[in-house]
């Protein structure tokens, strides 16, 4: 009886691998194929678990060679019209400025535009009151002469009076490509030497890597020597002199190395 239970559960066994499909792993184990595509491990190593697993970081410090400038203007009135005849009138000036400045046309860009409603609320009467309106208009500034950026400011100042918005200062690197490309050799580096190190205080021979992912490099604000300030200028102490230093910026990046053991 008992062999009879057994000859069957083989049989059921084999068909179940016939019609599911079955492969071999390098391991030695072997694997079967769900008609969905899934792939179940019935023994043997995973040879993707194995070995020495690192993740090696690189830094590279770079100065900024470009500036991005959020700038614009905010005009309220009573009207629409009248907000907006200001607003135009005020953004008209700041692009004078800036390209008597020496900013390209195709460096300044309009981010944002909105003509929205102040209100107030009449608590007696449980409702809001339009009191006026306000129009909004913004452009991003690219400034590759970054000594330069503290006089446009004061600059754009003077053009617009009280209607200027200065929203963001932000440094950045017109062509990163060749710092990414040191940061991850600085990263594949260092992760060879904690596998190399690990190794040798596990008494063990280290192999070719098995598997390698490289992480996102990424460029953040800068780190430090970032201000904004105002200064009196000599000969003109009613008007103030914006100064900004925009320091250096962190490029990082982070490989993940897997090593095999010899």
Do not use: H
Not at 151 to 161: K, P, W
Request: with cysteine.
């Amino acid at each position: 009886m008992k062999k009879k239970i057994l000859l069957v559960a083989v049989v059921l066994v084999l068909s179940l691998v016939t019609v599911l499909g079955c492969t071999s792993q390098a391991g030695g184990g072997t694997s079967v194929t769900l008609p969905s595509g899934s792939v179940i491990s019935l023994s043997g190593d995973n040879n993707a678990q194995s070995g020495i697993w690192v993740t090696g970081e690189g830094k590279v410090m770079a100065a900024p060679d470009l500036i991005l400038l959020t700038l614009g203007v905010e005009a309220e009135e009573l009207t629409v019209a009248i907000a907006q005849e200001k607003a135009v009138a005020a953004m008209d000036e700041i692009r004078k400025i800036l390209l008597e400045q020496g900013i390209a046309e195709k460096d300044i860009q309009t981010s944002y535009y909105n003509i929205s409603r102040v209100t107030r609320w009449i608590p007696e009467e449980y409702r809001e009151e339009i009191i006026k309106y306000r129009v909004t208009n913004t452009v991003v500034v690219k400034i590759r002469q970054l000594d330069k950026a503290g006089s446009i400011i004061d600059a754009v100042a003077l053009a617009s009076g009280d209607l200027t918005r200065i929203d963001n200062i932000s440094f950045t690197i017109e062509d990163p490509t060749s710092y990414y490309n040191e940061a991850r050799e600085k990263a594949m580096q260092d992760a060879i030497n904690k596998a190399t190190q690990v190794a040798k205080l596990a008494g063990i021979a280290l192999d070719k890597p098995t598997y390698i992912a490289v992480g996102s490099s990424y460029l953040p604000s800068p780190l430090r020597n970032y201000d904004v300030g105002y200064a009196k200028a000599e000969g003109a102490a009613s008007v103030p002199t914006t100064y900004i230093s925009s320091g250096e910026l962190e490029i990082e990046t982070t490989v993940s190395v897997t090593f095999a053991i010899k």
